[in-house]
């Protein structure tokens, strides 16, 4: 770290450049040769050190010199302008600072580009563009076609040159990875850049752009090609029309600086889906308490006492530091040095202070905790007690009529929470109705074999003129023969599909074999071919046996769904798994839609919205956390079954539906 100057020495450097008159420090000055015993000698090259001399002798302060003469502007006498030009010198040679991050991005289109020079202004980083000796032309971006993209994207082992170097990449300690996503994955172009540089002990943050899918597993893929010491971020995906303001709040959330610094003064407190931070106590019980959570958190089942509190067991024993204390809201108390509580109201004792939870009142923490027994979670980390809200809350109000939010599967990737599904639809209908639903910008799509559609769903994208990355598709392999040898029924199911890749492929239901049907589609998810898979009609009772057994949780569990047949206890059991749900049969189903559409309730909620039926039931699908893919070859229902995002249902309304359940099964699944 550069010595820092005494504030006389700040003060003459500010005088520097303006039109100050000379001024003699003493008569003494002239002779100062005399004094400092300078030697003749060629010009000097200064230092820090001789600043402080020529300082301590402006101030008259005593100083045995250093034999240098500091008379550089050559008028025989030592003063302020003398100090001003040595500053300044001194300044011109000494090192200077460098950013220890780099933002490193391969970019054809400018939208990875663009978020790269987000991060590096708000980094104030060094910024390298990753160019390629032969750049990328129109044709050889044209996915699909054999062009130049999928070739390298096909062959593991491709590795494009990069025109130019980094040539003091030894410098950085922290080297950011922008790419647009090809084929779901980084361009190979990456690996190239990663296996030219050594990495060990530097920290690599992934990020990649496009226009819908997520980054799967595109980041992890590459830890392979550097040093085992490198240390990795978790990657982040952006859409082409990511904010700035997206990029600064991601790179807070990394914390870069103080990643491996532990926060001890704070703990974490977590009930259902709120958590609060709260501030340890001062005393040893406190310090035994951080001490506990320091090793791993604690899920305590605590209950509701005296209107005031909640209490539960430590499970062991803490140092017991009691005094009289008069509790308020928010207050963490040790009692009897084996439980713990926390007051939503005051109550006066002899107790252990631990912590008090900060800036929350009694309203926030009674709607947090509710009444009776209550889980909570007290953590040294604020994520630790949260539950996965990702799969289970849309965020609807990023959603527009005829363009659907989507939602983050577990494998990384996003998927709409609203499209189309294609059961019962044939030949020229089910390309019609596909065709129809993708102009309506419907962009999730589900078919399976069972279904006969494969082909035409796939000539219906291939045809719409709409990037691939754009359109999310779901098929299913069934039990029997395609279960009896997976491998045929998988490939099969890409070749009648012919669009590069399928985003989930799921087993229809459950049958001999599955678990060998589950682990074929793991493969083809290292080879690239599908992107994520799932379940469709597992319930409680098959999930938990069937996921001990394979080695990719679940992302989507596809079962019957609508007002009649809710599936409460299964749709948050998976939730709580992080598995997203999707209601096939959302409006009834097989002879059962016109029912539930003219349902009393539903159409008096439909017109208080000015809506219909179906667009009532659909959000409240939403609103539920369930993904909708509701069948249609009417182009008009289909614009009406995407145009669901322009109103939402009261907190009543939604009770209202909730009442109808009648656990009424359309199905056999």
């Known amino acids: 770290m550069r010595r820092i100057l005494s504030v006389f020495t700040l003060m003459v450097m500010l005088l520097c450049g303006c039109s100050t008159p ?332 631990l912590g008090k939870i900060k800036n929350a009142t009694k309203e926030q923490l009674l709607d947090a905790f509710g009444n009776g027994d209550v889980e909570i979670t007290f953590s040294m980390n604020k994520n630790s007690g949260t539950k996965n809200n990702s799969v289970s809350e849309f965020n609807l109000e990023a959603g527009e009529n005829h363009n659907a939010p989507t939602v983050t599967l577990n494998s990384g990737y996003e998927m709409p929470v609203a499209g189309i599904g294609t059961y019962s639809l044939k030949g020229d209908t089910c390309i019609n109705s596909v065709s129809s639903a993708l102009e309506q910008g419907v962009r999730l799509i589900d078919t399976a074999y069972m279904y006969g559609n494969e082909a035409e769903v796939g000539k219906a994208i291939r045809e719409s003129g709409i990037p691939r990355e754009d359109i999310f598709v779901i098929t299913k392999i069934y039990p029997g023969e395609q279960f009896a040898n997976p491998e045929q029924a998988i490939q099969d199911a890409l070749d009648r599909l012919d669009i590069g890749y399928i985003d989930m492929m799921l087993l229809h239901h459950p049958g001999d074999n599955d678990v060998n049907a589950y682990l074929a589609m793991e493969k083809f998810v290292e080879q690239g071919k599908i992107r994520s898979i799932g379940l469709s009609n597992w319930y409680i009772e098959e999930i938990d046996d069937f996921i001990a057994q394979v080695n990719i949780k679940p992302a989507l569990v596809q079962n019957e769904i609508h007002p009649y047949y809710q599936e409460r206890e299964v749709v948050n059991y998976m939730h709580d798994l992080g598995i997203v749900m999707q209601a096939w049969y959302p409006l009834g189903g097989r002879g059962y839609t016109a029912e539930l559409l003219s349902d009393e309730t539903i159409v008096e909620i439909a017109d208080n919205h000015g809506k219909s039926a179906a667009q009532v039931i659909l959000r409240w699908d939403l609103q539920n956390g369930v993904v909708v893919i509701p069948g249609s070859s009417n182009p008009d229902h289909i614009s009406e079954n995407i145009s669901i995002f322009d109103f939402s249902l009261t907190n009543e309304e939604m009770a209202k539906i909730d009442a109808l359940n009648r656990n009424e099964k359309h199905d056999w699944y």
């Not at 045995?64 to 003063?79: A, I, M, P, Q, R």
């Not at 030219?196 to 530097?202: A, I, L, Q, R, T």
């Not at 690599?204 to 980054?215: E, Q």
């Not at 310090?287 to 006492?305: V, W």
Request: hydrophobic residues 30%; glycine residues 6%.
């Open 22 to 353: 000379k001024i003699a420090v003493s008569s003494e000055a002239v002779e100062r040769s005399d004094i400092l015993n300078i030697s003749e000698q060629s010009p000097e090259s200064y230092t820090v050190d001789d600043l402080i001399v020529l300082e301590d002798f402006l101030l008259s302060r005593r100083t045995t010199g250093n034999g240098k003469d500091f008379d550089l502007n050559h008028d025989s006498v030592w003063d302020s302008f003398d100090l001003c030009l040595m500053r300044q010198e001194v300044l011109k040679n000494q090192p200077q600072d460098t950013s220890d991050i780099l933002v490193a991005y391969f970019s054809c289109t400018g939208t990875t580009e663009t978020i790269a020079k987000y991060a590096s202004e708000y980094l104030n980083s060094d910024i390298y563009e990753i160019v390629p000796e032969d750049p990328y032309t129109e044709e050889d971006l044209a996915y699909y076609t054999d062009c130049r993209a999928d070739r390298e994207q096909n062959d593991p082992s491709a590795r494009p040159a990069i025109s130019g170097t980094v040539e003091n990449m030894e410098d950085y300690d922290i080297v950011f990875v922008g790419y647009p996503i090809w084929h779901g994955q980084a361009p190979r172009i990456i690996s190239t850049f990663l296996e030219s540089y050594d990495f060990s002990g530097k920290t690599i943050v992934p990020f990649c752009t496009s226009h819908s899918s997520g980054i799967g597993s595109s980041d992890t893929d590459l830890h392979s090609l550097v040093s085992d010491s490198a240390v990795w971020k978790e990657g982040r995906r952006f859409s082409g029309t990511a904010a700035e303001n997206e990029v600064t709040e991601w790179i807070d959330s990394l914390e870069l600086k103080e990643s491996e610094q532990v926060d001890m003064k704070h703990f974490y407190i977590t009930a259902g889906n709120s958590t609060f931070t709260a501030e340890f106590a001062e005393n040893s019980s406190a310090e035994a308490f951080r001490e506990l959570l320091s090793n791993e958190s604690l899920t305590i089942q605590m209950s509701d006492y005296g209107n005031f509190e909640k209490v539960g067991s430590l499970g062991t024993t803490l140092p017991r530091n009691d005094e009289n204390i008069t509790t308020e809201p928010g207050d963490v108390i040790l009692y009897q040095g084996n439980s713990i509580t926390v007051y939503y109201d005051t109550n006066t004792w002899n107790f252990t202070r």
